[in-house]
Protein backbone atom coordinates (compact mmCIF):
# COMPACT_ATOMS: atom_id res chain seq x y z
CA UNK A 1 0.00 0.00 0.00
CA UNK A 2 3.11 2.14 0.39
CA UNK A 3 1.80 5.93 1.56
CA UNK A 4 -1.62 5.49 0.72
CA UNK A 5 -1.87 3.12 3.54
CA UNK A 6 -3.27 5.76 6.35
CA UNK A 7 -5.37 6.68 3.78
CA UNK A 8 -6.85 2.97 2.63
CA UNK A 9 -7.39 2.49 6.31
CA UNK A 10 -9.62 5.87 7.43
CA UNK A 11 -11.29 5.11 4.05
CA UNK A 12 -12.74 1.97 5.41
CA UNK A 13 -14.21 2.87 8.39
CA UNK A 14 -15.57 5.96 7.10
CA UNK A 15 -17.11 4.22 4.24
CA UNK A 16 -18.63 1.34 6.95
CA UNK A 17 -19.56 3.82 9.45
CA UNK A 18 -21.85 5.98 6.62
CA UNK A 19 -23.38 3.35 4.70
CA UNK A 20 -24.62 1.86 8.37
CA UNK A 21 -26.97 5.18 8.82
CA UNK A 22 -28.89 3.81 5.85
CA UNK A 23 -28.05 0.51 5.07
CA UNK A 24 -30.81 -1.10 7.03
CA UNK A 25 -33.56 1.30 4.93
CA UNK A 26 -34.87 -1.53 2.74
CA UNK A 27 -34.31 -4.19 4.88
CA UNK A 28 -37.10 -2.93 7.65
CA UNK A 29 -40.00 -4.95 6.75
CA UNK A 30 -37.74 -8.16 6.73
CA UNK A 31 -36.45 -7.13 10.13
CA UNK A 32 -39.87 -6.52 11.46
CA UNK A 33 -41.05 -10.30 10.44
CA UNK A 34 -37.88 -11.89 11.42
CA UNK A 35 -37.90 -10.16 14.84
CA UNK A 36 -42.04 -9.85 14.91
CA UNK A 37 -41.28 -6.62 16.07
CA UNK A 38 -43.29 -3.01 15.24
CA UNK A 39 -42.75 0.34 13.64
CA UNK A 40 -41.93 2.11 16.49
CA UNK A 41 -38.85 -0.39 17.03
CA UNK A 42 -37.99 -0.12 13.22
CA UNK A 43 -37.18 3.47 14.26
CA UNK A 44 -35.14 2.92 16.96
CA UNK A 45 -33.00 1.07 14.52
CA UNK A 46 -32.34 3.65 12.54
CA UNK A 47 -32.75 6.31 15.38
CA UNK A 48 -30.60 4.98 17.53
CA UNK A 49 -27.24 5.15 15.84
CA UNK A 50 -27.60 8.57 14.44
CA UNK A 51 -28.46 9.66 18.06
CA UNK A 52 -25.42 7.95 19.68
CA UNK A 53 -23.31 9.21 16.85
CA UNK A 54 -24.22 12.61 17.47
CA UNK A 55 -24.55 13.12 21.20
CA UNK A 56 -20.78 11.37 21.26
CA UNK A 57 -19.27 13.32 17.81
CA UNK A 58 -17.49 16.81 19.35
CA UNK A 59 -16.65 15.18 22.89
CA UNK A 60 -15.13 12.25 20.77
CA UNK A 61 -12.82 14.93 18.92
CA UNK A 62 -11.51 16.06 21.74
CA UNK A 63 -10.74 13.07 23.45
CA UNK A 64 -9.27 11.43 20.12
CA UNK A 65 -6.76 14.82 20.66
CA UNK A 66 -5.58 13.76 24.25
CA UNK A 67 -5.38 10.00 23.88
CA UNK A 68 -4.00 9.84 20.91
CA UNK A 69 -6.34 9.75 17.17
CA UNK A 70 -5.13 6.14 15.70
CA UNK A 71 -5.33 4.68 19.75
CA UNK A 72 -9.52 6.04 19.32
CA UNK A 73 -9.76 5.02 16.00
CA UNK A 74 -8.64 1.52 16.37
CA UNK A 75 -11.08 1.65 19.78
CA UNK A 76 -13.97 2.84 17.79
CA UNK A 77 -13.20 -0.03 14.83
CA UNK A 78 -13.31 -2.62 17.32
CA UNK A 79 -16.46 -1.81 19.33
CA UNK A 80 -17.97 -1.03 15.80
CA UNK A 81 -16.74 -4.67 14.58
CA UNK A 82 -18.09 -6.01 17.82
CA UNK A 83 -21.71 -4.16 17.91
CA UNK A 84 -21.84 -5.36 14.26
CA UNK A 85 -21.75 -9.24 14.96
CA UNK A 86 -24.49 -8.83 17.85
CA UNK A 87 -26.68 -6.83 15.90
CA UNK A 88 -26.50 -9.57 13.11
CA UNK A 89 -27.17 -12.14 15.55
CA UNK A 90 -29.89 -10.05 17.52
CA UNK A 91 -32.89 -12.51 18.57
CA UNK A 92 -35.22 -10.06 19.57
CA UNK A 93 -35.85 -6.07 18.62
CA UNK A 94 -34.45 -4.83 21.83
CA UNK A 95 -31.33 -6.46 21.46
CA UNK A 96 -30.44 -4.94 17.84
CA UNK A 97 -31.38 -1.77 19.06
CA UNK A 98 -29.14 -1.94 22.20
CA UNK A 99 -26.22 -3.16 19.23
CA UNK A 100 -27.28 -0.43 16.71
CA UNK A 101 -26.47 2.12 20.21
CA UNK A 102 -22.61 0.17 20.30
CA UNK A 103 -22.27 0.98 16.97
CA UNK A 104 -23.06 4.56 17.29
CA UNK A 105 -20.38 4.53 20.23
CA UNK A 106 -17.98 3.08 17.95
CA UNK A 107 -18.85 5.18 14.90
CA UNK A 108 -18.42 8.47 16.76
CA UNK A 109 -14.84 7.40 17.47
CA UNK A 110 -13.97 6.92 14.13
CA UNK A 111 -15.88 9.80 12.54
CA UNK A 112 -14.45 11.98 14.94
CA UNK A 113 -10.44 11.20 13.89
CA UNK A 114 -10.27 10.29 10.57
CA UNK A 115 -9.71 14.10 9.37
CA UNK A 116 -7.20 14.41 11.87
CA UNK A 117 -5.34 10.95 10.91
CA UNK A 118 -5.48 12.14 7.19
CA UNK A 119 -3.66 15.63 8.22
CA UNK A 120 -0.82 14.01 10.33
CA UNK A 121 0.01 11.43 7.97
CA UNK A 122 0.33 13.51 4.67
CA UNK A 123 1.53 16.92 3.34
CA UNK A 124 1.30 19.29 0.35
CA UNK A 125 -0.33 17.51 -2.74
CA UNK A 126 -0.37 14.19 -0.96
CA UNK A 127 -3.13 15.41 1.28
CA UNK A 128 -4.80 17.45 -0.60
CA UNK A 129 -5.46 14.03 -3.09
CA UNK A 130 -6.12 12.16 0.42
CA UNK A 131 -8.29 14.62 1.53
CA UNK A 132 -10.24 14.24 -1.96
CA UNK A 133 -10.14 10.65 -1.97
CA UNK A 134 -12.08 10.92 1.37
CA UNK A 135 -14.80 13.03 0.13
CA UNK A 136 -15.31 11.37 -2.46
CA UNK A 137 -15.46 7.92 -0.68
CA UNK A 138 -17.79 9.75 2.03
CA UNK A 139 -19.92 11.04 -0.46
CA UNK A 140 -20.26 7.37 -2.35
CA UNK A 141 -21.07 5.64 1.10
CA UNK A 142 -24.58 7.19 0.73
CA UNK A 143 -25.54 6.20 -2.54
CA UNK A 144 -23.57 2.53 -1.94
CA UNK A 145 -26.22 2.14 1.22
CA UNK A 146 -29.57 1.05 0.58
CA UNK A 147 -27.91 -0.90 -2.58
CA UNK A 148 -25.65 -2.99 -0.60
CA UNK A 149 -28.64 -3.60 1.73
CA UNK A 150 -31.23 -4.77 -0.99
CA UNK A 151 -28.47 -7.17 -2.31
CA UNK A 152 -27.31 -8.62 0.91
CA UNK A 153 -30.87 -8.91 2.09
CA UNK A 154 -32.41 -10.20 -0.98
CA UNK A 155 -29.51 -12.87 -1.88
CA UNK A 156 -28.12 -13.66 2.16
CA UNK A 157 -30.53 -12.27 4.46
CA UNK A 158 -30.91 -9.12 6.34
CA UNK A 159 -28.46 -10.40 8.86
CA UNK A 160 -25.78 -9.90 6.66
CA UNK A 161 -25.89 -6.19 6.56
CA UNK A 162 -24.33 -6.38 9.59
CA UNK A 163 -22.51 -9.07 9.44
CA UNK A 164 -20.22 -7.84 6.14
CA UNK A 165 -18.91 -5.38 8.50
CA UNK A 166 -16.92 -7.88 10.33
CA UNK A 167 -14.09 -8.54 7.60
CA UNK A 168 -13.82 -4.80 6.21
CA UNK A 169 -13.65 -4.09 10.39
CA UNK A 170 -10.68 -6.65 10.57
CA UNK A 171 -8.64 -5.26 7.44
CA UNK A 172 -8.84 -2.05 8.32
CA UNK A 173 -7.64 -2.60 11.81
CA UNK A 174 -4.81 -4.34 10.38
CA UNK A 175 -3.78 -2.06 8.21
CA UNK A 176 -4.42 1.14 10.73
CA UNK A 177 -2.20 -0.44 12.98
CA UNK A 178 0.64 -1.28 10.38
CA UNK A 179 0.46 1.85 8.42
CA UNK A 180 -1.03 4.96 10.10
CA UNK A 181 1.20 6.25 12.79
CA UNK A 182 0.07 8.03 16.32
CA UNK A 183 -1.37 11.53 16.85
CA UNK A 184 -1.96 13.71 19.55
CA UNK A 185 -2.60 17.29 20.62
CA UNK A 186 -0.48 18.28 23.80
CA UNK A 187 -3.06 21.58 23.88
CA UNK A 188 -5.86 19.96 23.92
CA UNK A 189 -8.99 21.04 26.21
CA UNK A 190 -10.20 19.04 28.97
CA UNK A 191 -13.50 16.49 28.05
CA UNK A 192 -16.64 17.81 29.10
CA UNK A 193 -18.30 14.94 30.82
CA UNK A 194 -21.24 16.63 32.11
CA UNK A 195 -21.80 18.68 29.26
CA UNK A 196 -21.55 15.07 26.74
CA UNK A 197 -24.15 13.31 29.03
CA UNK A 198 -26.38 16.16 29.17
CA UNK A 199 -26.22 16.72 25.61
CA UNK A 200 -27.06 12.89 25.17
CA UNK A 201 -29.81 13.15 27.63
CA UNK A 202 -31.61 16.13 26.05
CA UNK A 203 -31.38 14.56 22.95
CA UNK A 204 -32.63 11.12 23.41
CA UNK A 205 -35.53 12.05 25.59
CA UNK A 206 -36.57 14.09 22.89
CA UNK A 207 -36.50 11.39 20.43
CA UNK A 208 -38.39 9.18 22.14
CA UNK A 209 -41.15 11.51 23.25
CA UNK A 210 -41.67 11.90 19.62
CA UNK A 211 -41.30 8.40 18.15
CA UNK A 212 -44.45 7.71 21.25
CA UNK A 213 -46.49 10.88 21.05
CA UNK A 214 -49.81 11.35 23.70
CA UNK A 215 -48.93 12.57 27.15
CA UNK A 216 -45.05 10.79 27.02
CA UNK A 217 -44.51 13.74 24.10
CA UNK A 218 -44.85 16.61 26.78
CA UNK A 219 -43.34 14.83 29.94
CA UNK A 220 -40.24 13.83 27.24
CA UNK A 221 -39.85 17.13 25.76
CA UNK A 222 -40.03 19.09 29.78
CA UNK A 223 -36.95 16.90 30.55
CA UNK A 224 -35.08 17.18 27.72
CA UNK A 225 -35.69 20.93 28.26
CA UNK A 226 -34.54 20.57 31.36
CA UNK A 227 -31.64 18.99 30.21
CA UNK A 228 -30.84 20.92 27.65
CA UNK A 229 -31.00 24.19 29.81
CA UNK A 230 -28.36 21.99 32.10
CA UNK A 231 -26.22 21.93 29.13
CA UNK A 232 -26.19 25.31 28.96
CA UNK A 233 -25.48 25.73 32.17
CA UNK A 234 -22.38 23.75 32.12
CA UNK A 235 -20.89 25.18 28.69
CA UNK A 236 -21.03 28.57 30.47
CA UNK A 237 -19.43 27.74 33.63
CA UNK A 238 -16.87 25.23 32.26
CA UNK A 239 -13.43 26.48 30.86
CA UNK A 240 -13.35 23.87 28.14
CA UNK A 241 -16.73 23.92 27.03
CA UNK A 242 -17.93 21.07 24.29
CA UNK A 243 -19.73 23.94 22.24
CA UNK A 244 -18.81 28.01 23.16
CA UNK A 245 -22.37 29.12 23.62
CA UNK A 246 -21.31 32.32 23.12
CA UNK A 247 -20.59 31.46 19.16
CA UNK A 248 -24.39 31.73 18.87
CA UNK A 249 -24.48 35.33 19.19
CA UNK A 250 -22.86 35.20 15.59
CA UNK A 251 -26.10 35.25 13.48
CA UNK A 252 -23.75 33.60 10.68
CA UNK A 253 -23.41 30.55 12.50
CA UNK A 254 -26.93 30.77 13.94
CA UNK A 255 -27.65 29.90 10.63
CA UNK A 256 -25.48 27.45 9.59
CA UNK A 257 -26.40 25.35 12.62
CA UNK A 258 -30.56 25.63 11.86
CA UNK A 259 -29.35 24.56 8.23
CA UNK A 260 -27.21 21.70 9.57
CA UNK A 261 -29.93 19.90 12.10
CA UNK A 262 -32.80 20.11 9.01
CA UNK A 263 -30.06 18.67 5.87
CA UNK A 264 -30.15 15.48 6.70
CA UNK A 265 -33.53 14.73 8.70
CA UNK A 266 -35.42 16.46 5.94
CA UNK A 267 -33.96 15.21 2.59
CA UNK A 268 -32.86 11.88 4.17
CA UNK A 269 -35.54 10.94 7.04
CA UNK A 270 -38.40 10.07 4.97
CA UNK A 271 -36.86 7.30 2.99
CA UNK A 272 -37.15 4.71 6.33
CA UNK A 273 -41.42 5.03 5.32
CA UNK A 274 -40.68 5.60 1.45
CA UNK A 275 -38.94 1.94 2.02
CA UNK A 276 -42.36 0.34 3.92
CA UNK A 277 -44.10 1.29 1.01
CA UNK A 278 -42.16 0.41 -1.69
CA UNK A 279 -42.06 -3.09 -0.06
CA UNK A 280 -45.15 -3.41 1.84
CA UNK A 281 -47.25 -1.91 -0.81
CA UNK A 282 -46.23 -2.17 -4.05
CA UNK A 283 -44.39 -5.43 -4.03
CA UNK A 284 -40.99 -4.43 -4.73
CA UNK A 285 -38.18 -6.71 -3.94
CA UNK A 286 -34.80 -4.93 -1.55
CA UNK A 287 -32.69 -4.69 -4.20
CA UNK A 288 -36.04 -2.70 -6.18
CA UNK A 289 -36.45 -0.77 -3.73
CA UNK A 290 -32.52 0.19 -3.08
CA UNK A 291 -32.74 1.03 -7.17
CA UNK A 292 -35.78 2.84 -6.94
CA UNK A 293 -34.85 5.05 -4.31
CA UNK A 294 -31.22 5.42 -5.62
CA UNK A 295 -31.94 8.79 -7.81
CA UNK A 296 -31.71 10.53 -4.17
CA UNK A 297 -28.07 9.66 -3.48
CA UNK A 298 -26.58 9.25 -7.53
CA UNK A 299 -28.00 12.65 -7.72
CA UNK A 300 -26.16 14.23 -4.89
CA UNK A 301 -22.90 12.77 -5.26
CA UNK A 302 -22.75 14.16 -8.75
CA UNK A 303 -24.08 17.35 -7.51
CA UNK A 304 -21.12 17.77 -4.90
CA UNK A 305 -19.00 16.53 -7.39
CA UNK A 306 -19.50 19.52 -9.90
CA UNK A 307 -19.96 21.86 -7.12
CA UNK A 308 -16.93 21.40 -5.35
CA UNK A 309 -15.75 21.95 -9.12
CA UNK A 310 -17.53 25.29 -10.21
CA UNK A 311 -18.64 26.78 -7.09
CA UNK A 312 -15.25 27.61 -5.21
CA UNK A 313 -15.75 30.72 -4.37
CA UNK A 314 -19.83 31.38 -3.99
CA UNK A 315 -21.24 32.04 -0.76
CA UNK A 316 -22.80 29.64 1.74
CA UNK A 317 -25.14 31.85 1.41
CA UNK A 318 -26.54 30.60 -1.18
CA UNK A 319 -24.75 27.15 -1.86
CA UNK A 320 -26.98 26.02 1.76
CA UNK A 321 -29.27 28.08 1.27
CA UNK A 322 -29.80 27.22 -2.00
CA UNK A 323 -29.33 23.30 -1.56
CA UNK A 324 -32.15 23.26 1.41
CA UNK A 325 -34.29 25.27 -1.01
CA UNK A 326 -33.94 22.48 -3.44
CA UNK A 327 -34.49 19.57 -0.44
CA UNK A 328 -37.73 21.64 0.22
CA UNK A 329 -38.91 21.62 -3.43
CA UNK A 330 -38.26 18.17 -3.49
CA UNK A 331 -40.10 17.35 -0.26
CA UNK A 332 -42.90 19.25 -1.79
CA UNK A 333 -43.07 17.80 -5.09
CA UNK A 334 -43.49 14.23 -3.52
CA UNK A 335 -46.30 15.52 -1.28
CA UNK A 336 -49.12 14.14 -4.00
CA UNK A 337 -49.15 10.53 -3.69
CA UNK A 338 -52.14 8.30 -4.48
CA UNK A 339 -53.75 4.82 -3.87
CA UNK A 340 -52.57 4.64 -7.39
CA UNK A 341 -49.07 6.22 -7.34
CA UNK A 342 -46.05 4.00 -8.14
CA UNK A 343 -42.03 4.36 -8.01
CA UNK A 344 -41.88 5.74 -10.73
CA UNK A 345 -43.66 8.89 -9.30
CA UNK A 346 -41.32 9.80 -6.68
CA UNK A 347 -38.04 10.17 -9.16
CA UNK A 348 -38.67 13.81 -9.83
CA UNK A 349 -38.69 15.10 -6.01
CA UNK A 350 -35.54 12.81 -4.99
CA UNK A 351 -33.62 13.97 -7.86
CA UNK A 352 -34.66 17.97 -6.55
CA UNK A 353 -33.72 16.52 -3.16
CA UNK A 354 -30.76 14.87 -4.25
CA UNK A 355 -29.24 18.19 -6.02
CA UNK A 356 -30.01 20.23 -3.03
CA UNK A 357 -28.27 17.68 -0.82
CA UNK A 358 -25.34 17.90 -3.15
CA UNK A 359 -25.31 21.66 -2.83
CA UNK A 360 -25.47 22.00 0.42
CA UNK A 361 -23.33 19.23 2.56
CA UNK A 362 -20.38 19.63 1.11
CA UNK A 363 -20.22 23.64 2.22
CA UNK A 364 -22.22 23.25 5.37
CA UNK A 365 -19.20 22.95 7.48
CA UNK A 366 -16.47 25.27 5.42
CA UNK A 367 -19.44 27.64 6.06
CA UNK A 368 -19.83 27.01 9.84
CA UNK A 369 -15.50 27.44 10.11
CA UNK A 370 -15.74 30.34 8.27
CA UNK A 371 -18.49 32.25 10.65
CA UNK A 372 -16.48 31.58 13.77
CA UNK A 373 -12.75 32.88 15.04
CA UNK A 374 -10.01 30.30 13.77
CA UNK A 375 -9.37 28.73 17.07
CA UNK A 376 -12.99 27.99 17.66
CA UNK A 377 -12.83 25.87 14.13
CA UNK A 378 -12.76 22.75 15.49
CA UNK A 379 -15.30 23.14 17.34
CA UNK A 380 -17.67 24.41 14.93
CA UNK A 381 -16.96 21.02 12.54
CA UNK A 382 -18.11 18.98 15.43
CA UNK A 383 -21.31 21.32 16.02
CA UNK A 384 -22.31 20.45 12.53
CA UNK A 385 -21.66 16.81 12.39
CA UNK A 386 -23.43 16.53 15.74
CA UNK A 387 -26.47 18.78 14.74
CA UNK A 388 -26.56 16.83 10.99
CA UNK A 389 -26.80 13.16 12.88
CA UNK A 390 -29.24 14.51 15.67
CA UNK A 391 -31.28 16.11 12.81
CA UNK A 392 -31.57 13.26 10.94
CA UNK A 393 -32.31 10.79 14.09
CA UNK A 394 -35.23 14.02 15.23
CA UNK A 395 -36.36 13.68 11.34
CA UNK A 396 -37.01 9.91 11.23
CA UNK A 397 -38.81 10.31 14.69
CA UNK A 398 -41.51 13.68 13.55
CA UNK A 399 -42.01 11.95 9.64
CA UNK A 400 -42.44 8.80 11.30
CA UNK A 401 -45.03 10.07 13.90
CA UNK A 402 -46.64 12.47 10.68
CA UNK A 403 -46.46 9.19 8.42
CA UNK A 404 -47.83 6.89 10.98
CA UNK A 405 -50.75 9.25 11.88
CA UNK A 406 -52.29 8.42 8.63
CA UNK A 407 -51.60 4.54 8.27
CA UNK A 408 -54.54 2.26 10.03
CA UNK A 409 -52.93 -0.08 11.74
CA UNK A 410 -48.97 -0.40 12.41
CA UNK A 411 -47.20 0.00 9.02
CA UNK A 412 -44.70 -2.10 9.60
CA UNK A 413 -47.70 -4.80 8.70
CA UNK A 414 -50.41 -2.87 6.60
CA UNK A 415 -50.58 -3.00 3.28
CA UNK A 416 -53.18 -0.07 2.92
CA UNK A 417 -52.65 1.56 -0.23
CA UNK A 418 -54.46 4.52 0.26
CA UNK A 419 -53.34 4.96 3.77
CA UNK A 420 -50.01 4.74 2.81
CA UNK A 421 -49.88 7.57 0.37
CA UNK A 422 -51.70 9.87 2.62
CA UNK A 423 -49.07 8.81 5.45
CA UNK A 424 -46.30 9.61 2.62
CA UNK A 425 -47.59 12.55 1.56
CA UNK A 426 -48.11 14.27 4.61
CA UNK A 427 -44.54 13.15 6.04
CA UNK A 428 -42.81 14.66 2.35
CA UNK A 429 -44.95 17.53 2.39
CA UNK A 430 -44.19 18.24 6.22
CA UNK A 431 -40.23 17.76 5.30
CA UNK A 432 -40.60 20.01 2.42
CA UNK A 433 -41.61 23.25 4.61
CA UNK A 434 -39.35 22.36 7.19
CA UNK A 435 -36.38 22.48 4.68
CA UNK A 436 -37.58 25.88 2.81
CA UNK A 437 -37.88 27.16 6.19
CA UNK A 438 -34.61 26.16 7.21
CA UNK A 439 -33.31 27.58 3.71
CA UNK A 440 -34.86 31.28 4.62
CA UNK A 441 -33.02 31.37 7.67
CA UNK A 442 -29.76 30.33 5.93
CA UNK A 443 -30.35 33.63 3.44
CA UNK A 444 -31.22 35.69 6.08
CA UNK A 445 -28.54 35.40 8.77
CA UNK A 446 -25.84 33.62 6.95
CA UNK A 447 -23.81 37.34 5.37
CA UNK A 448 -23.12 37.21 1.66
CA UNK A 449 -19.33 38.59 1.66
CA UNK A 450 -16.88 35.44 1.33
CA UNK A 451 -14.71 35.56 4.63
CA UNK A 452 -11.47 35.99 3.92
CA UNK A 453 -9.89 33.64 5.87
CA UNK A 454 -9.96 30.02 4.42
CA UNK A 455 -12.60 27.80 5.60
CA UNK A 456 -11.66 24.27 5.02
CA UNK A 457 -7.76 24.32 6.37
CA UNK A 458 -6.81 21.96 8.83
CA UNK A 459 -4.94 22.82 11.79
CA UNK A 460 -2.24 21.02 12.90
CA UNK A 461 0.62 22.83 13.99
CA UNK A 462 0.11 21.43 17.59
CA UNK A 463 0.55 17.92 16.73
CA UNK A 464 2.81 15.37 17.80
CA UNK A 465 3.26 12.25 15.43
CA UNK A 466 5.07 8.73 17.04
Known amino acids: MG ?31 GLGTTFGALQWVMDVYALTLAALLMGAGTLADRIGRRRLYVAGLVTFAASSLVSGLAPDAATLVAARAAQGVGAAAMFATTVALIAASYEGRDRAVAFGVWGAVSGAASGVGPILGGVLTQHLGWRWIFLVNLPVSAVAIAVTLRRVRESRNPAARRLDVPGIVLFAVAAGVLTYGLTRGGVLLWVSVAVAAVAFAGFAGVQRRTAYPTLDLGLFRRPGFVGVMIGSLAMSGTAFATLVNTSLWLRAVLGLSPMEAGLAILPLPAVAFATSLVAGRLLHGVSPRWTVGGGLALIGAGGLAQAFLTADSGWADLVPGLVLTGAGAGLALPNVTAAAVAAVPAERGGMASGAVGA ?11 VLGAVFRARVPGDPAVSHDAAGFAAGLSAAYATAGTLALVAAASVLLLVRSRRDRRPAAVVRTGQDVTA
Open 3 to 33: RWGPLTAVCLGAFMLLVDVNIVTVALPDMAR
Open 387 to 397: LRQLGYALGVA
